[in-house]
Each structure stands twice: as structure tokens, then as C-alpha cells.
């Protein structure tokens, strides 16, 4: 039954809608809508009650669908949360598209990089903890280091890879497939900070951000010398044995 609403949902956006006379945009197709009604929906609760607290049939409830067809977009909870950070992981990337346009110095694109996001998470930073108490836990599907979490870490280290190489600073080739996982575990610990942080407007993380961009892009432009190199190579080495899921990140890179 679940199988043939959905079927129905996606034949209806097979068909062609077009704009209205208006000249409006097309409306998403209907499963899409469906799908990002539950996200919302989730995301709403999970305010309001907590995580834990929080129910796939709460969730269906309040979203006027059906357990089934929940289930059918998402197979659990954490596949919500792992909805939400796909999400997240989009608008960033949208979001810094102007600045990796506009600007070639490395300091100012880490910093740009750094505060859209900071932009792009601010309406979800009064339930953050929520996700952050779950998402710590290493054995959790949740954790940014899991394999459930691939495709957006995946996706923020591309902005980093991105920010490194559309820069006027010179660095080292052989270093450039490890410095952008560098600058990702660099947002983790913002994040990690950001989480934490109540003061007004998240300031504090914001002038984190002013302070650290430039060392960031200090540390990349002297890592191209001789004498720096092991340095850079010992500390991923350190990560890649001991962070959960660096080492399949790094496989999938070297292959």
C-alpha cells in the first residue's frame, strides 16, 4: 500500500506542470513536497520535545501522513537527522558559491566559508545540543564521522577543497588531498564551539571565525616548505588511524 501511494506520488510529478500563466515557477513535484513536509515536520518537534522524545509516528501525526509513508521517505529517525544534514550541506554549498567567485585570498575565502555557514545553521542552533548529545556518540549514525554520514561530510570537504584550490596561495600538490580534510575538521571544532555557544547572536563564534581564518591560511601557505611537510603528514596520519571514518574517507579519496 505504502509502495503504491508513492508510486502514485511519482507518477503525478512525472507530469509535465510548467509555469502558470503568471509566470510563477513550477511546483515541486509532490514527493518532494511529502519529503521535505516530514523533514520540517521533524525538525519542528524535535524543538519542541527532543530527540529522544520524538516519534516516527509523532512525526506522522503531525504531518498528516500516514506511519507508512514516513517510513517509506524516511527508514528511521536518524535518517531524518541524516535529511537534515544533506540539507544543511546544499545551502552551504549555495550559499559560498559568491565568495569562491568573488575572492582569491585564501584568509577572507576561509572566512567566508566559515560565517555562511554560521548563516546557513543560525535557525537550528536553539535545538543543536539536541542533535549533538546523539551525534557524539562514535558508534552513532548520527556521528559526522559515520558512514551514514558519507555524503555530507563528503559534500563540506568539497567547499574546502574547493575554497584551497580557487586561491591565490601557493602549497604543496602532494599536501593537496589532506589539507582540505584538515580545513573540514577545522569547521567540526567551530560547530563544536558554535553548539555550545549562547552568547547574543552567536557572536563569539562568529569572532572565532575572524580570529582563526587567518592563521588557518598562514599555517596552509608554510606547509609547502620542506621543513613543514612531515609536520602536516604526521598530524593526518595521527586522524586517519584514529578519527571513526577517516580511513574510509581516505580510501575513497586514494582510489
Not at 139 to 148: H, I, T, Y
Not at 159 to 169: P, Q
Not at 215 to 220: E, G, S
Given at each position: 500500500m505504502v509502495k503504491d501511494e508513492k508510486n502514485v506520488a511519482d507518477a503525478n510529478a512525472a507530469k509535465p506542470t510548467g509555469a502558470d500563466p503568471a509566470g510563477k515557477a513550477a511546483k515541486a513535484p509532490k514527493s518532494e513536497q511529502t519529503r521535505t513536509l516530514i523533514l520540517e515536520t521533524a525538525l519542528r518537534l524535535f524543538e519542541e520535545r527532543g530527540y529522544d522524545r520524538t516519534t516516527?509516528?509523532?512525526?506522522?501525526?503531525?504531518?498528516?501522513?500516514?506511519?507508512?509513508?514516513?517510513?517509506?521517505?524516511?527508514?528511521?529517525?536518524e535518517h531524518l537527522v541524516q535529511g537534515f544534514y544533506d540539507r544543511i550541506a546544499a545551502d552551504h554549498e549555495a550559499a559560498v558559491r559568491p565568495v569562491l567567485a568573488d575572492e582569491t585570498?585564501?584568509?577572507l575565502r576561509i572566512r567566508g566559508v566559515l560565517l555562511r555557514w554560521l548563516d546557513v545553521a543560525e535557525p537550528y542552533h536553539r535545538f543543536a545540543a539536541q542533535f549533538f548529545k546523539n551525534a557524539a556518540d562514535p558508534?552513532?549514525?548520527?556521528?559526522?564521522?559515520?558512514?551514514?554520514s558519507v555524503g555530507a561530510r563528503e559534500a563540506v570537504i568539497s567547499?574546502?577543497?574547493?575554497?584551497?584550490?580557487?586561491?591565490?596561495?601557493k602549497y604543496d600538490a602532494e599536501l593537496g588531498g589532506i589539507l582540505p580534510q584538515l580545513m573540514w575538521l577545522m569547521q567540526m571544532g567551530l560547530v563544536l564551539f558554535w553548539v555550545y555557544d549562547r552568547s547574543e547572536g552567536t557572536g563569539r563564534s562568529r569572532r572565532l571565525v575572524?580570529?582563526?581564518?587567518?592563521?588557518?591560511?598562514?599555517?596552509?601557505?608554510?606547509?609547502?616548505?620542506?621543513?613543514?611537510?612531515?609536520?602536516v603528514r604526521q598530524v593526518h596520519e595521527v586522524l586517519v588511524?584514529?578519527?571513526?571514518?577517516?580511513?574510509?574517507?581516505?580510501?575513497v579519496r586514494s582510489s
Open positions: 516516527m509516528r509523532a512525526i506522522a501525526q503531525e504531518a498528516g501522513v500516514s506511519v507508512g509513508n514516513a517510513y517509506y521517505y524516511f527508514s528511521s529517525k585570498d585564501l584568509a558508534e552513532s549514525p548520527l556521528s559526522p564521522f559515520s558512514e551514514e567547499v574546502h577543497e574547493r575554497c584551497l584550490t580557487g586561491s591565490s596561495t575572524e580570529r582563526t581564518a587567518p592563521i588557518a591560511a598562514r599555517a596552509i601557505a608554510l606547509s609547502r616548505f620542506r621543513v613543514l611537510r612531515p609536520l588511524e584514529f578519527m571513526p571514518g577517516a580511513r574510509g574517507a581516505q580510501d
